[in-house]
């Protein structure tokens, strides 16, 4: 089963808009990631983030984590048309060298030209 | 270009068969993981090799089982198929060290008639 919950499902904006996606989980975590999906492709690494951090920036994306309501957002910011992909939020548990990613149910971003 | 390879990019068999994913990690990775993505179980984690041997297990049947091998590639063996086992398959890896993002390879297609 799925740990993480996205919302929304799908989101359409213009050209140049941001886009925020949210993440909810259960568990606790070690980390947060996030991931892109260009359609029927490998998974991308986006941005990751420790439990112990609250806000993190990588070029015109900001994911902020909400440990206390186990949630985190990613904002793209002056969103493109090659930003259409789906979006994906993974809680990460790690114990040894083990590590289990389990990743949530994606959000469809499309971004119209 | 992840630098994770897997082969055949596109598998077409009969229910009941068996087939055989394989997945090459990127150089000096020795984590590799294999994942199921299908439009009704999302993206499901599925098995860890950690260095040869098995280090953490998520939703995979018993008709399916995986390996790693000395110089580190991995094969995900399923038998038995089903229609249901129709989904894109993927592997990918991780260095213990350093950042904890994994490495998606292009994924594997099983289309099961």
């Known amino acids: 089963s799925q740990q993480g919950e996205e919302d929304p499902q799908a989101l359409s904006i213009q050209e140049g808009e941001n886009a925020t996606m949210n993440c909810s989980y259960k568990?606790?975590?070690?980390?947060l990631q996030w991931y892109r999906q260009n359609s029927g492709r490998g998974l991308v690494h986006l941005i990751l983030?420790?439990?112990?951090?609250r806000e993190k920036h990588s070029g015109r994306l900001r994911v902020t984590l909400d440990t206390s309501k186990k949630s985190s957002s990613l904002l793209i910011t002056a969103s493109r048309a090659a930003d259409t992909a789906s979006y994906f939020c993974?809680?990460?548990?790690?114990?040894?060298?083990?590590?289990?990613?389990?990743f949530g149910s994606g959000t469809q971003l499309t971004v119209l030209p | 270009d992840s630098g994770v390879t897997q082969t055949p990019k596109h598998l077409i068999t009969a229910t009941g068969q068996r087939v055989t994913l394989r997945c090459s990690p990127r150089?000096?990775?020795?984590?590799v993981y294999w994942y199921q993505q299908s439009l009704d179980q999302g993206l499901q984690f599925l098995i860890q090799?950690?260095?040869?041997?098995?280090?953490a297990k998520g939703n995979i049947l018993e008709r399916f089982s995986a390996q790693q091998f000395p110089d580190l590639h991995s094969e995900l063996n399923l038998s038995s198929l089903e229609l249901g086992d129709s989904a894109l398959y993927f592997c990918?890896?991780?260095?213990?060290?350093?950042?904890?993002?994994?490495?998606f390879g292009p994924g594997t297609r099983l289309t099961v008639t």
């Open positions: 990918a890896s991780s260095s213990r060290l350093g950042s904890y993002e994994q490495y």
């Open positions: 568990t606790s975590i070690n980390n």
């Open positions: 983030i420790r439990s112990n951090e």
């Open positions: 993974a809680t990460d548990v790690e114990w040894g060298s083990a590590r289990q990613l389990t």
């Open positions: 150089s000096g990775d020795l984590s």
């Open positions: 090799y950690y260095n040869g041997e098995e280090r």
